[in-house]
């Protein structure tokens, strides 16, 4: 017997769902949405499109409940049905492409809390303009702290494959905010 307390919360809410109880594909929705969120929002940039793909993802989950093998966490195989519905998208749209951070000062100062704040806009720029492919690599594994196993189960990449992608995602982010701050150097 399987004893994760997740899987077994999630066998329980799975079961209800199947059942015919509307409120556990609720607490199902509650329990996933951030991280759908985030790979919908680092994926694809359209707010519209965005809105559209998290129906999507959850009227999918829904359909497909009953085929969930319980063999990873119930947010994986749900976050797995946001990446390809993502990435199907992106093709569709024909908008996909082939293919450490500074230490802050000490915490707690005004200066600290602006620095903070001004550095996570400069993050996000430098993140808007990734590939989808790399916006997702970074936001899975740095802002939901996945581990690269769970990514691949997500994405249906290898190990080896996530790895390469995510550091090739950084090196990309790197190129990006240096690319920025040189012109404007220059100027």
């Given at each position: 017997m399987n004893s994760d307390p997740?899987?077994?919360?999630?066998?329980q809410l799975v079961h209800r769902a199947l059942s015919g109880d509307a409120q556990a594909f609720g607490i199902i929705?509650?329990?996933?949405?951030?991280?759908?969120?985030?790979?919908?929002c680092r994926m694809v940039s359209n707010v519209e499109d965005r809105k559209d793909l998290a129906q999507e993802i959850y009227l999918k989950a829904y359909k497909n409940l009953r085929v969930f093998k319980h063999?990873?966490?119930?947010?994986?195989?749900?976050?797995?049905?946001?990446?390809?519905t993502c990435m199907?998208?992106?093709?569709?749209?024909?908008?996909?492409?082939?293919?450490?951070?500074?230490?802050?000062?000490g915490a707690g100062t005004a200066d600290a809390l602006l620095f903070r704040k001004e550095l996570a806009g400069i993050?996000?720029?430098?993140?808007?303009?990734?590939q989808p492919v790399y916006r997702t690599?970074?936001?899975?594994?740095?802002?939901?702290?996945l581990s690269y196993e769970e990514i691949g189960e997500i994405t249906g990449m290898p190990t080896g494959t996530v790895k390469s992608y995510l550091f090739r995602a950084r090196k990309?982010?790197?190129?990006?905010?240096t690319g920025y701050y040189g012109e404007k150097e220059a100027q």
């Open positions: 997740d899987k077994l919360a999630d066998k929705i509650s329990n996933t949405e951030k991280l759908v969120a985030q790979i919908v063999e990873s966490k119930l947010s994986t195989w749900i976050a797995q049905i946001g990446y390809n199907d998208h992106l093709r569709k749209k024909k908008l996909l492409f082939p293919g450490e951070l500074m230490d802050s000062p993050l996000q720029a430098g993140m808007e303009k990734l690599m970074i936001t899975l594994y740095h802002q939901e702290e990309a982010l790197k190129e990006q905010l």
